[in-house]
């Protein structure tokens, strides 16, 4: 691709229209798509607009697995990531999503290397202007001439404002209307570098809905919509920072748009539920995984295109392509099963964390995203203490206090937060960061003078 192409600031051009307006949203004993009862083959969706054949897995680029490097960093384990976008690749998974923002930074170049050394035409690549920090015209057109160099590409077929609704209507406006990139991407779409352009949205309803507005006013006909699904917060987000995705879903399917899932597992911790809520899917389907269940209820809906996953190894990549190769839609009883069982999930003392560590690094050097993972496994394996009542009090309390100062450094604990903030404007789950940090110091300090 010439330099020169990508200085091309263009003014106004019509969005092709992306999915035409369908009817009422579906009921929730509403049957995937014919076909999608796999015999053994990889299930695709097809885009109504434009007939692309999608998997219905798709490989998120955001938990590439990870090694030290020299420096003692972590970086990228370039290798196993080719050994696994060459696997999925060879099993009929044709999406991979990433981002300039992912992993520090890394995630765009490791994926460009792996799918570079297959032909263009078998897979489709998804990436985003992740412009949070520097939103000036010079610097988000830098961000998306990179991500060509970065992916080795010179199209996009899906392209993304990344994580549209958080800041509200300011801080659209000012990271895609006042710097002029709408109508640069407008440009980039009509001279054929970008195939989609839709969004990821993570925000309050009110703000979802302002952009559906936009979409009904012909202003931003989206070609599609990346949101949040999963049985859990499917009817029990918090409603004010997240919004229930029964609620996106069926926006976007009345009026046609495409939707891409992501966080389907919740950040995995849908792949690890608790004991008592294994035990009940076990009891229906003894062979098959929690997260089977999960992907299983997202996939069930007829308007969702591609449901993303982000593989860290080889066993959790088998797994999940064994799961769509041999897809069954849930039945409208067992969509009441994962009701009951998301209830029962929320009554467990969880942070609300997907581990995307998009509020790293922190400036005190807390480890949040680590914390925070360590809190959420005991709570779901049932191996935190509670009370100094509870059997085998002083067992867990031992293990918990120990495996926290294996797992997360000293001075990069809890107790180092001074409540700066300088986190929360980045978490796209909204999560009052500082206040689930303290919180948590308080637990791990009431354990060591045995307040509990």
């Known amino acids: 691709m010439e330099r020169r192409d990508f200085l091309r600031l263009t003014g106004a051009g019509a969005l092709a229209l992306g999915a035409a307006a369908a009817g009422c949203a579906p009921k929730k004993s509403e ?4 076909g999608d009862e796999g015999p053994g083959e990889m299930i695709y969706r097809t885009h109504p607009a434009n007939g692309d054949r999608i998997s219905l897995i798709g490989f998120g680029c955001m938990r590439w697995p990870m090694v030290t490097g020299e420096d003692g960093k972590q970086v990228i384990d370039q290798e196993a990531v080719n050994e696994m976008v060459d696997y999925a690749i060879a099993h009929g998974i044709n999406y991979f999503d990433t981002s300039p923002a992912y992993l520090q930074g890394q995630s765009e170049m490791a994926a460009g290397i792996a799918l570079s050394r297959h032909p263009r035409e078998s897979y489709y690549i998804a990436t985003k202007l992740s412009n949070f920090g520097d939103q000036s015209p010079e610097a988000s057109i830098e961000m998306y001439r990179n991500s060509f160099e970065q992916l080795r590409t010179d199209y996009f077929d899906y392209y993304l404002l990344h994580s549209i609704g958080r800041g509200g209507r300011e801080a659209f406006e000012k990271r895609y209307v006042q710097n002029g990139m709408i109508d640069f991407l407008r440009g980039e779409k009509a001279a054929g570098r970008i195939r989609n352009l839709g969004f990821s949205f993570h925000g309050a309803r009110h703000e979802f809905d302002y952009f559906m507005e936009l979409f009904d006013s012909g202003e931003y006909p989206w070609d599609f919509c990346q949101i949040e699904m999963n049985y859990v917060d499917w009817t029990h987000a918090d409603g004010v920072r997240n919004v229930n995705a029964d609620y996106l879903y069926a926006e976007l399917d009345k009026r046609g748009i495409p939707i891409v ?25 003894p062979d098959k995984s929690p997260a089977s269940w999960a992907f299983r209820f997202c996939g069930t809906y007829p308007r969702v295109l591609c449901i993303l996953s982000g593989m860290t190894n080889m066993d959790v990549l088998t797994e999940n392509v064994e799961t769509f190769s041999h897809f069954k839609p849930l039945t409208e009883e067992e969509l009441e099963f994962m009701e009951r069982m998301a209830v029962q999930y929320k009554e467990f003392p969880l942070v609300n964390c997907t581990d995307c560590k998009y509020c790293m690094p922190c400036p005190w050097g807390i480890d949040i995203p680590g914390i925070f993972k360590h809190y959420n496994t005991a709570v779901t394996e049932g191996s935190y203490a509670q009370s100094s009542r509870q059997k085998d009090y002083r067992k867990l309390k031992r293990a918990y206090l120990v495996s926290y100062d294996r797992a997360i450094p000293t001075l990069r604990q809890a107790d180092h937060c001074i409540g700066c903030g300088t986190c929360l404007d980045h978490c796209p789950q909204s999560i009052p ?7 948590i110091d308080r637990y791990i300090e009431n354990l060591r003078q045995d307040l509990l």
Do not use: C, T
């Open 261 to 285: 899932i992501m966080e389907p597992l919740l950040g995995g911790r849908l792949a690890n539920v608790p004991e008592s809520i294994s035990a009940q899917l076990r009891q229906r389907e």
């Open 433 to 439: 960061i500082p206040d689930e940090l303290h919180r």
């Open 31 to 34: 049957k995937a798509p014919a």
